[in-house]
T-cell receptor
């Protein structure tokens, strides 16, 4: 079974540009969540989707948005990039809609650098 | 709502033990533990449910103290392969909200 796939692996953008990151979950998984990882801040929750519906959103500005398609693949978009958006963006998938008994499977992440 | 982990960093010699704590200000329903090695994706270790259960595999175990809203990860007889950053993930009682802790960097040296 293929794992969680994130593309691209690395991305360099300049301030003001926008970027789209992609995440393909494990086959059969319907939940996808996104996290921003920066040194010292741990994993900051961005949003979570289940069956194309956004269930939860973290405390990030509206420049951060996402969506999930009918095949469970998810995209995350950041508009008007700022230097502070430089981070590793991780997505995770799980089979069900509850965290209680569902472990998360993470992708290798997209390393975004904003210059 | 982000749980706080302590210590932030720890260095151990092979064979020594370590405890990593994860504390939340909110009521918790479950706690996950993950380990992330440098340059790799976080990998699941275990889930603990409300009810104070303790779980473990190999020489890594964890407990969940519901009254204190705290979970602890125990690593005994540490091995070089235990090095990495450990994250707890907490599911709030309100449901459908999941937050990772600040992380604990663990380094095991020969």
């Amino acid at each position: 079974k293929a794992g969680v796939t994130q593309t691209p692996r690395y991305l360099i953008k300049t301030r003001g540009q926008q970027v789209t990151l992609s995440c393909s979950p494990i086959s059969g998984h319907r939940s996808v969540s996104w996290y921003q990882q920066t040194p010292g801040q741990g994993l900051q929750f961005l949003f979570e989707y289940f069956s194309e519906t956004q269930r939860n959103k973290g405390n990030f500005p509206g420049r951060f948005s996402g969506r999930q398609f009918s095949n469970s693949r998810s995209e995350m978009n950041v508009s008007t990039l700022e230097l502070g958006d430089s981070a590793l963006y991780l997505c995770a998938s799980s089979a069900g809609r509850s965290y209680t008994n569902e472990k998360l499977f993470f992708g290798s992440g997209t390393q975004l650098s904003v210059l | 709502q982000q749980p706080v982990q302590s210590p932030q960093a720890v260095i151990l010699r092979e064979g020594e033990d370590a405890v990593i704590n994860c504390s939340s200000s909110k009521a918790l329903y479950s706690v996950h533990w993950y380990r992330q090695k440098h340059g790799e994706a976080p990998v699941f270790l275990m889930i603990l449910l409300k009810g104070g259960e303790q779980k473990g595999h190999d020489k890594i175990s964890a407990s969940f103290n519901e009254k204190k809203q705290q979970s602890s990860l125990y690593l005994t007889a540490s091995q070089l392969s235990y090095s990495g950053t450990y994250f707890c993930g907490t599911e709030l009682n309100t449901g459908n909200q999941f937050y990772f802790g600040t992380g604990t960097s663990l380094t095991v040296i020969p």
